[in-house]
């Protein structure tokens, strides 16, 4: 083998690794998105198995306020003396259940433990 073949294919090898190195990226992105997707469908189906067994055991049927309704989690008004922090009680349920609840995150998955943004804004 000549010096400037083995040149030339070094220089092909180390395109491929740049190409395949993209794609892996690329590939581990949509595994993080897989991942953060069935966690969310995940949490909705317990909630809306709750809410079908809630509303089957009970004589009555209940009307669905929003504050059940999965897109409604952060309340802030004072309803009929709940009380004020029902908002700041979701936020802390959503971060144990392993999801961002700050503003550089929000709603992402945690994937790697415990985020100092999320947990200063808890301790305000």
């Given at each position: 083998?000549?010096?400037?073949?083995v040149f030339e294919r070094i220089l092909e090898l180390e395109t491929q690794m740049g190409?395949?190195?993209?794609?892996?990226?690329?590939?581990?992105?949509a595994v993080k998105e897989l991942l953060e997707e069935n966690q969310r469908l995940t949490i909705e189906n317990e909630q809306l198995r709750k809410m079908l067994r809630d509303h089957t055991h009970a004589e009555e049927?209940?009307?669905?306020?929003?504050?059940?309704?999965?897109?409604h989690l952060i309340?802030?008004?004072?309803?009929?003396?709940e009380v004020v922090g029902e908002g700041y009680d979701n936020?802390?349920?959503?971060?144990?259940?392993?999801?961002?609840?700050?503003?550089?995150?929000?709603g992402h998955l945690r994937t790697e433990g415990d985020c100092l943004f999320c947990l200063s804004f808890l301790n305000k």
């Amino acid at each position: 083998m000549e010096k400037i073949n083995v040149f030339e294919r070094i220089l092909e090898l180390e395109t491929q690794m740049g190409q395949m190195y993209g794609d892996l990226g690329e590939l581990k992105l949509a595994v993080k998105e897989l991942l953060e997707e069935n966690q969310r469908l995940t949490i909705e189906n317990e909630q809306l198995r709750k809410m079908l067994r809630d509303h089957t055991h009970a004589e009555e049927p209940e009307r669905i306020t929003t504050s059940d309704h999965p897109a409604h989690l952060i309340k802030t008004e004072e309803v009929q003396g709940e009380v004020v922090g029902e908002g700041y009680d979701n936020l802390a349920r959503l971060y144990h259940e392993g999801f961002h609840i700050c503003n550089v995150y929000y709603g992402h998955l945690r994937t790697e433990g415990d985020c100092l943004f999320c947990l200063s804004f808890l301790n305000k």
